[in-house]
């Protein structure tokens, strides 16, 4: 059944390289804050090093990944396989968010096709790799990409867009600030 790594291995690479949809699961510190599971698509993971990934962030109704990473750092994502032999393919690690604007993000940046609405890029540092069976995941076939979150962030421009991130996205729903929200109050 599952099998424990501390690292990507080729094999591991190869499955993310084929899926076209991953989860990110993070989690505030206090019992009474909310889990967070965000589904990911588009062509927007990197895979760096065997211990380094990142993906780029666009911009959602929350942003809870990042309100938990400043927090604590922990992240965890999440691989199915929906097509092909059964597989469930968890990286844990610890991340950070990078935003426009930064030294970091001059770094990075350059690695991702930059997409209408990107936010910031979100990289882990991993320290264990998990496979599982994924015996009961139902078969599903990929028809393309929904273009719904590209159009709706070409529509609103950058300054709407700014205006969007700054109203909804520099604290979660737990109250924490983002990494956004400290830098909008100068604290990044």
């Known amino acids: 059944m599952g099998k424990l790594f501390t690292a990507l291995l080729p094999e591991h690479r190869e499955f993310i390289q084929k899926q076209r949809m991953f989860f990110v699961g993070t989690a505030p510190l206090h019992e009474e804050g909310h889990v967070n ?3 990911k698509g588009y062509d927007a993971l990197r895979i760096f090093s ?12 929350g942003n809870e990944t990042s309100a938990h990473i400043e ?29 426009p604007g930064t030294e970091e993000w001059n770094h990075w940046a350059p690695q991702f ?14 320290h264990a790799v998990k496979t599982s069976c994924g015996y009961s995941i139902p ?13 709706w962030a070409e529509k609103k421009g950058e300054s709407e867009l700014a205006q969007y991130q700054h109203e909804k996205n520099t604290t979660s729903m737990d109250g924490l600030i983002t990494t956004l929200g400290q830098a909008a109050s100068g604290k990044v």
């Open 37 to 39: 599971i965000s589904p």
């Open 50 to 61: 065997p211990t380094e990934v990142a993906y780029l962030d666009l911009t959602g109704s």
């Open 71 to 99: 927090e604590n750092r922990r992240i965890t994502f999440m691989f199915i396989a929906l097509e092909g032999p059964p597989m469930i393919l968890r990286l844990y690690g610890k991340g950070r968010v990078i935003l």
């Open 113 to 126: 096709e930059l997409l209408p609405g990107t936010r910031q890029i979100i990289c882990a540092e991993l």
């Open 139 to 151: 078969y599903y076939s990929y028809s393309g990409e929904r273009e719904t979150l590209k159009k």
